[in-house]
């Protein structure tokens, strides 16, 4: 029971910071503003959900039907549509923790199941199948877009990242507005492609993988159990131990054998940051870590300023020795108070690292872990993630790109977004954290789109980038994927002189595939079943993804 008060306390903490006051973060939060909205059709899926006359609660899962409508991109959906993406019985709960405490329109998780109540694996709106999803619910991000940006960007980076579709939500015959669909975090070969354990899995090569753990609120997690950082970090008058979330294997499903592995291999690398070699590339850090994960990791949340990065919502996971011995940072999560969306620590301003939240913010309740702001001290840590900048600003994070980007997803919600302001009327008001309130969903944008535009201007300076100088690529990139903007046809360069035959695929801006093709070196790629818009394309060898790259199509 403590522990759980204690769990509570930190929802409390964390809001008492910005806003001094419970009751004033409650009702600066928007909770008490609706209005009715007459729903009968959409340009986006819907989500219809019947609790039958049960009350929705932040667990357990209750039992209830759901009904998502769609009959196709580009086609219209209608509330008495037959032609449903999905019919049947889910367990469904609140989710997250501010997100639900603090908003009306409250996240949720589902699972899909049979009608006796066990998992049932599906394929929702085109994802791959399983039983876990969530339902985003944009709230104090006004732009509605800010996750399914992020992960926009990380799933052109990362190897796994959740897979997004807009939708709008019904619950018991009421709108309820535009929401998200996502896939849950999780083990799966389609999300976080690593070795399954099992209860038996307590000896040799079987127990070193895989593991999903996480730094997070308690208040988020369910069972709740983990272990402790043997370390101290924050400053000020937060100095504390971080605590380490199980995630996979769940709480109640992780044995002795497999708890005491994982927490020796965390300690491991924290460790290696208190030895004299802690730089060494072969000995100090890295020896325990995959170096790309961090960066990609710390790019992800540089660009976003991300104000809540790196101390919650950071997974961590590791795979069996027998295939990869090192931990790696990811996937990426929660990023709703990113990018100026935060008013609290520096998390809207455009200049400076969220890794150094414990010195920008050292009263705050929940800190950042002490390995973030040494990394930078890594004059080589700093180079590789400088050199891993400038590719990035020639592809996913080029300027044009992220504009174009911003402005397929507003035309995804341009019709949507008019009913969600209509059911939540938020746009001229305060709704916590905001740094920004414009009044308009089109000033939502613009603000967005500026604040990204300052960001990186930021970030280019900070990693000694000057767009106007060429570089030469040639030794660190061995193919080319080119033109772009692209019109009807898409060039592979092999720079090298072995020969390469590979496997594209191309997801269209909601991570959707929407073409899959074979080549050989210096093939021509056909764009031309495509409509204008953002794509990511993904080429692989048979042993190594050898390039990721966002195109713009005209």
């Known amino acids: 029971m403590a522990f ?76 008495g549509d037959t032609a449903l993406n999905y019919n049947g019985k889910i367990g469904v709960e609140y989710r997250g923790s501010s997100s639900q405490d603090l908003s009306p329109k409250k996240p949720l998780g589902f699972e899909t199941r049979k009608p006796d109540g066990s998992n049932l694996d599906v394929s929702l709106l085109g994802m791959p199948e399983e039983n876990d999803w969530i339902l985003l619910a944009p709230y104090s991000d ?63 090569d079987a127990l070193t993988g895989g593991y999903i753990v996480k730094i997070d609120k308690t208040t988020g997690s369910t069972p709740i159990g983990g272990f402790y950082s043997k370390y101290v970090s924050g400053s000020g008058a937060q100095m504390k131990k971080i605590y380490y979330l199980y995630e996979n294997p769940a709480a109640d499903e992780i044995t002795s054998a497999q708890e005491s592995y994982i927490s020796s291999v965390i300690n491991n690398f924290e460790s290696s940051f208190f030895q ?14 995959d170096e790309k994960s961090l ?68 009263n705050d309740f929940f800190v950042s872990p002490f390995f973030w702001s040494k990394l930078m001290q890594d004059s080589s840590f700093y180079n590789h993630a400088r050199t891993r900048w400038i590719e990035l600003r020639k592809t996913v994070f080029e300027e044009q790109k992220i504009n174009s980007l911003i402005d397929s997803l507003n035309r995804n919600v341009t019709e949507s977004q008019e009913r969600n302001f209509t059911k939540w009327p938020i746009l001229d008001k305060y709704v916590w954290p905001n740094n920004f309130v414009g009044g308009t969903f089109i000033s939502e944008i613009n603000y967005l789109k500026n604040w990204l535009s300052q960001r990186i201007i930021w970030l280019d300076g900070y990693f000694k980038y000057d767009k106007t100088v060429p570089i030469d690529q040639e030794k660190n990139i061995g193919f080319a994927l080119y033109p772009n903007p692209a019109h009807d046809y898409l060039y592979l360069r092999n720079r090298f002189d072995k020969p390469l035959t590979f496997h594209g695929l191309v997801f269209n801006s909601m991570g959707i595939k929407v073409l899959e093709f074979n080549g050989e070196s210096n093939s021509q790629i056909s764009m031309t079943s495509l409509a204008s818009g953002v794509y990511h394309i993904r080429i692989d060898t048979r042993n190594q993804h050898i390039l990721s790259s966002t195109i713009l199509k005209n």
């Not at 409650?26 to 059709?41: C, E, K, T």
Request: hydrophobic fraction near 35%; include cysteine; glycine fraction near 6%.
């Open 276 to 289: 004299p070699d802690w730089k060494d590339e072969s000995n100090g850090y890295r020896k325990y870590v």
């Open 142 to 204: 006004k732009s509605l877009m800010r996750d399914v940006l992020i992960h926009h960007f990380a799933r052109s980076i990362l190897p796994y990242s959740s897979r997004t579709r807009f939708c709008e939500v019904v619950i018991n015959s009421e709108y309820m507005g535009v929401y998200v669909l996502m896939e849950k975090i999780k083990r799966d070969k389609n999300r976080i492609n690593i070795k399954s354990l099992s209860s038996n899995s307590n000896a040799g």
């Open 295 to 362: 960066i990609d990791f710390v790019l992800l949340n540089e660009i976003a300023r991300n104000v809540d990065g790196y101390r919650l919502s950071t997974f961590i996971y590791k795979d069996l020795d027998s295939r990869d011995p090192k931990l790696k940072f990811g996937p990426v999560w929660d990023f709703n108070l990113g990018f100026g969306n935060a008013n609290y620590c520096e998390g809207s301003k455009t200049a400076g690292l969220s890794l150094d939240f414990n010195t920008i913010c050292p």
């Open 4 to 79: 759980i008060l204690n769990a509570k306390m930190e929802i409390s903490r964390s809001c008492i910071h910005s806003c001094f006051w419970i009751s004033l973060c409650i009702l600066s939060s928007g909770i008490g503003f609706s209005q009715s909205v007459n729903f009968s059709s959409s340009d986006l899926p819907i989500f219809v959900i019947n609790t039958n006359g049960n009350i929705i609660v932040d667990e357990p899962k209750i039992t209830a039907d759901l009904k998502i409508i769609y009959n196709g991109q580009g086609k219209r959906n209608t509330i």
